[in-house]
């Protein structure tokens, strides 16, 4: 059953961290580009980062260069998208998909930062 499965929101203050994992099952995970996006309610979806197959294309919005880096472990069909320097505008539900379509989707976690 193919799946992806989000872990590592929660509540965090300005200037800390969060390390988000996704857990994917039932593709072959090293074909897929694998991404994170998040939803920030009133806005449109927005793509966070990106990585290759193999980790040898990373791409990165605008609004969390410098701050966010994207990895992944193959063996472990998973990845994770260390989170630094966090703010405010960073609160929203962060989800990851599978693809450079994102054919597939996890059911997203809660990330919110606040003092």
């Known amino acids: 059953q193919l799946q992806l499965v989000e872990n590592g929101g929660g509540l965090v203050q300005p200037g800390g961290s969060l390390r988000l994992s996704c857990a994917a099952s039932g593709f072959t995970f090293s074909r897929y580009h694998m991404n994170w996006h998040r939803q920030i309610p009133g806005k449109e979806r927005e793509l966070v980062a990106r990585i290759s197959g193999y980790g040898r294309n990373i791409d990165y919005g605008d609004s969390v260069k410098g701050r966010f880096t994207i990895s992944r472990d193959n063996a472990k069909n998973t990845v994770y998208l260390q989170m630094n320097s966090l703010k405010p505008e960073d609160t929203a539900v962060y989800y990851c998909?599978?693809?450079?379509?994102?054919?597939?989707w996890g059911q997203g976690t809660q990330v919110t930062v606040s003092s």
């Open positions: 998909s599978a693809g450079l379509d994102d054919r597939y």
